[in-house]
């Protein structure tokens, strides 16, 4: 009979460490490479000459939109897209200027689901556009608009950040992770998005855009990041004080904040907001913005400075709000 016990004991234990050791695999297991050399590979596939300048509504564009599926699935991201993938498809008709007609585009999406039974079901939005211009006008023999910073850089950043919370779960919030098409055409993935997203929307408490980002802007200190509509909500002096190197938009006259895709969510309620270090330098929108204008060690240093405000934000019960009068 003792005999008997010590082996079943044995066979459960063996059990128990067989199952330890399958889920230890399925777990991400951290990168061998450093943030930096990450960076740079990362920026530099989305923003090489392969990729054609990612133009809105090509397929150039859906080999970004692929190659960002394929990392947020190495990373251990969950597929929020369609089908059981990452990509949502998008086709539609859509508004251009007045003028409606049929468009193709495509939205990346994926997921960290929260465990904590009270804050699960709240949603912590982090997105960038992975299109640009692809093929223009020649400038000096180059016809190619790489959009090195725009906005590759702010792929990037969100990459990093799946990366950062997919090591650091269990989360206590989901976060969902989005890479809009043709954000350069008019915003047709995320007018897409806000008609099918893979979850409900009213429960995104907060949306983080990440917009140009692969340089500092001499108008703020060379360490700090800028968030558009800054004194629009309570949220990025939260994130300050919890150790983000965030500042005011130092360019109003600019509207930023009304141009890049937080907006169209903003409009719905959603507190939106985007991060940038745009010093409106004049290769925005011309082929030179590419690998060799942007400054890397400013990209490492501006998403590791988010890495843990952005955890402390999933993780805490904060829910950011729109100041009096200043809602969208």
Avoid at 122 to 148: K, S
């Amino acid at each position: 009979m003792l005999r008997a016990k010590f082996v079943l004991a044995t066979a459960i234990c063996l059990s128990f460490l067989s199952q330890s050791q399958t889920a230890a695999l399925q777990r991400p297991q951290p990168s061998r490479e450093t943030p930096a050399a990450q960076i740079a590979d990362e920026l530099g596939s989305l923003a090489s000459d392969a990729m054609r300048g990612r133009g809105s509504g090509t397929q150039d564009e859906l080999r970004a939109a692929t190659y960002l599926a394929t990392e947020l699935g190495q990373i251990g991201v969950s597929p929020a897209g369609d089908g059981g993938g990452f990509i949502q498809d998008v086709s539609a008709t859509f508004n251009f200027s007045g003028d409606p007609k049929p468009w193709h585009t495509r939205n990346v999406i994926g997921v960290l689901f929260g465990s904590d039974p009270t804050l699960k079901d709240q949603i912590v939005l982090l997105t960038a556009h992975l299109d640009h211009l692809g093929i223009g006008t020649p400038v000096n023999g180059d016809n190619i608009y790489n959009g090195a910073d725009d906005d590759a850089s702010g792929c990037v950043a969100v990459l990093q950040l799946a990366r950062a919370l997919a090591q650091a779960e269990p989360l206590k919030r989901t976060v969902l992770f989005v890479f809009f098409g043709s954000e350069e055409t008019g915003g047709q993935g995320n007018r897409f998005f806000l008609a099918h997203p893979p979850l409900p929307l009213d429960h995104i408490v907060a949306n983080l855009e990440f917009e140009m980002i692969g340089r500092p802007d001499p108008a703020v200190k060379p360490d700090e990041l800028w968030l558009t509509g800054y004194d629009r909500s309570n949220l990025g002096s939260e994130l300050a004080r919890h150790g983000a190197k965030l500042v005011a938009d130092p360019h109003p006259e600019q509207q930023f904040f009304r141009r890049s895709d937080n907006f169209a969510l903003a409009k719905r309620g959603v507190v939106a907001q985007t991060v940038s270090s745009y010093g409106l330098h004049k290769d925005y929108h011309q082929p030179s913005d590419d690998m060799a204008h942007v400054d890397l060690k400013h990209m490492e240093q501006a998403i590791a400075s988010l890495i843990g405000p952005v955890e402390w934000l999933v993780n805490s019960d904060f829910k950011p709000e729109w100041k009096a009068g200043k809602k969208p």
